[in-house]
């Protein structure tokens, strides 16, 4: 486990070795700003790492987990689950991956087609959309195909494309996405 005891101060840390995933970790913090942290191999049985950490902060402090290889050339990576805080805690959840490679930014689009002509295109207004790492809804109406010359009674293809549509000699960028739910709903009214 590995704190900063005070702003600007060197980083201490203490290791614990024949540890084999999964493990549970713990984190405590009391009313007088002692920290103690905590691991389990069960998420029952806790057993207390290092000492207890006198790191004095103000009221309001940002929480989290974080994991480090101590290595610029060497890429460590964990997973974090079932993650859970006690105590007055606001904000939603936020995540960050650092010198983990994310997706190319590329523009997102929607195109549809029949057999008798050009497909109209739709471009998320996000032209890094291919970043966007929550999921999200993307509505498009229907006019804005019908706008484009495509008879909405006579569509027999879908594509959903990353990069510029009808584009094919300039490569796109790498990584994944994942894509469900695609409907077609009647006309929605504002609230």
């Known amino acids: 486990f590995q704190r900063r005891p005070g702003t600007g101060e060197t980083s201490i840390d203490e290791t614990t070795g024949g540890i084999t995933a999964p ?58 689950t079932n993650v859970t805080t006690t ?8 995540n960050q991956d650092i010198g983990i490679t994310s997706n190319a930014a590329e523009p997102l689009y929607v195109a549809v087609s029949n057999a008798a002509g050009t497909p109209a295109v739709v471009v998320h207004d996000n032209p890094a959309a291919a970043q966007i790492d929550t999921w999200t809804e993307w509505v498009i109406p229907l006019q804005t195909f019908a706008d484009q010359g495509i008879a909405l009674t006579n569509i027999d293809r879908i594509a959903i494309g990353l990069g510029t549509q009808g584009n094919m000699t300039i490569p796109g960028g790498s990584g994944k996405m994942f894509f469900d739910d695609i409907r077609l709903y009647q006309q929605r009214s504002a609230p």
């Open 87 to 94: 105590g007055t805690v606001s904000s939603q959840w936020m």
């Open 23 to 80: 493990y549970w970790v713990k984190i405590e913090r009391d009313l007088a700003g002692n920290f103690t942290a905590y691991s389990s191999a069960n998420g029952s049985a806790w057993q207390k790492q290092g000492l207890t950490e006198p790191i004095q902060m103000g009221a309001n402090v940002y929480i989290g987990l974080a994991v480090t290889a101590h290595n610029a050339s060497a890429i460590c990576e964990a997973v974090f």
